[in-house]
């Protein structure tokens, strides 16, 4: 059983309108010094796929080839120098109805090997925002703590 | 002796909800429409071959998850696609409205049915926002410079019969029509594969909020060279009556303009 983390993001010809629209309701929100927002939409498989069929789902079915670009294992380790990335999943027993659509789609694929899906969100911020101030931000405006759960990843440089 | 209706198979599936209003458009355009779920047709209790129209509603197929139509497009190519295939290059009516046309350009039966590869998308709306309210719509009839300017209509047998400029209603978060590069563009063009294009009430081609979501060239709809594929993004089932219409403006007497899509494959295959 191996856990593998594949992050799809829109190709960098693309504008991130999205991300866009979250930097737009930080400035509203009276938040200044946070530069840049990008997006991305995040899958955990944990299974016993080889790296192939990972990558076949990747390329076949959770990206558009038209669009979007995937990484796996990639994004979790190595933020952007200067950048802090958070990574929002639903909290253990909540159902994850996105994740029951992808399991079937893979079962479609012809895939049949069982594959314990998490799906979640990933937010790159780059300005000159602390940690705390981050998190604050983070809370107010993209995260249901109720049935939601977040982690920080800064950035070593 | 009584002449049978031409028949249409509706395919459906979780998160469809266009499917009774697609229904009633064919019924009222004269073909006997069944709503047939995707499973009936995988097991093989319906088949295909049985029917002459074929169409893929609008909706939130499988939630919109992954992305508009993804899922449902994959299903279909990889469950019923020689199926589907066969039936596109047949040249028998295909629509794909919203939702269908997201499946229809995913699954890449447009807008090469005979390739079967996806070569342009819909993606977010620029505005990043749900984008729900009447457009109008210019079918294309003239060339692109780039063929010398001759004016050539759109052959499309889906708006055959139709005024040049008519509006519709769109709702959809995920409408922008994007190709994957310049060259597939450019043959769109070429080839005259592009259907309506949104414009204002003159016709004139201009940008947000008459064009809903910041598709390339202004696209709104495309066909395949057989013109027997159709996908749109504006939703012709929700004017078949004047009187859907916000100014109550009619085509025939009490009918709306998107009927006339309906018809024109209608009548083609009687």
């Not at chain 1, 669009?67 to 990574?87: F, H, V």
């Not at chain 2, 080839?191 to 947000?208: K, L, P």
């Amino acid at each position: 059983m191996t856990t593998s983390i594949i992050e799809v993001t829109l190709k960098p010809q693309f504008r991130d309108r999205h991300g866009e629209h979250v930097l737009h309701d930080i400035v509203d929100s009276g938040v200044k010094n946070v530069r840049t927002v990008s997006a991305a939409q995040v899958y955990r498989f944990d299974c016993a796929l080889g790296k192939n069929d990972i990558q076949s789902i990747a390329e076949k079915l959770l990206t558009d080839p038209i669009t979007e670009e995937y990484r796996i294992n990639d994004g979790l380790t190595a933020p952007k120098s200067g950048s802090r990335s958070i990574y929002i999943w639903l909290k253990p027993g909540v159902t994850d109805t996105v994740a029951d659509s992808v399991s079937k789609a893979i079962r479609d694929l012809g895939i049949l090997t069982p594959v314990t899906i998490k799906t979640g969100h990933r937010f790159t911020f780059t300005g000159t925002i602390s940690a705390v101030a981050l998190r604050t931000l983070v809370e107010r405006l993209l995260v249901n703590t109720m049935v939601q759960e977040y982690t920080v990843s800064i950035s070593r440089t | 002796m009584v002449k049978q209706l031409p028949r249409t198979i509706i395919i459906r599936t979780a998160g469809t909800n266009c499917d009774y209003e697609t229904q009633a458009a064919f019924a009222l355009a004269g073909s006997a429409a069944d709503r047939v779920h995707i499973n009936r047709i995988i097991e093989g209790s319906v088949t295909l071959g049985d029917y002459q129209i074929l169409a893929i509603p609008g909706g939130f197929s499988y939630g919109d998850d992954i992305a508009s139509g993804k899922i449902l497009a994959s299903e279909l190519k990889h469950r019923l696609g020689d199926a589907l295939q066969a039936f596109a290059v047949a040249g028998k009516p295909i629509i794909g409205i919203c939702n269908g046309f997201q499946v229809l350009v995913k699954m890449g039966l447009l807008p090469d049915p005979a390739a079967f590869e996806q070569t342009t998308t819909l993606t977010f709306n620029d505005s990043d926002k749900f984008e729900s309210r009447w457009v109008y719509l210019k079918r294309d009839t003239t060339a692109p410079a780039k063929t010398g300017g001759r004016a050539r209509a759109v052959k499309c047998l889906w708006v055959s019969d139709m005024p040049d400029i008519i509006s519709l209603p769109v709702a959809h978060g995920e409408g922008k029509f994007v190709a994957a590069d310049k060259k597939v563009l450019d043959a769109l063009e070429k080839n005259n594969q592009i259907v309506f294009r949104y414009c204002d009430e003159r016709g004139n081609h201009t940008g947000y909020p008459l064009n809903p979501n910041g598709a390339a060239n202004a696209i709104a709809g495309i066909t395949n060279t057989a013109g027997n594929v159709f996908g749109l993004m504006p939703h012709p089932e929700r004017y078949i009556y004047c009187w859907q219409h916000p100014s109550r403006r009619a085509s025939e007497g009490e009918y709306g303009w998107g009927l006339n899509i309906f018809k024109n494959a209608v009548n083609f295959v009687r």
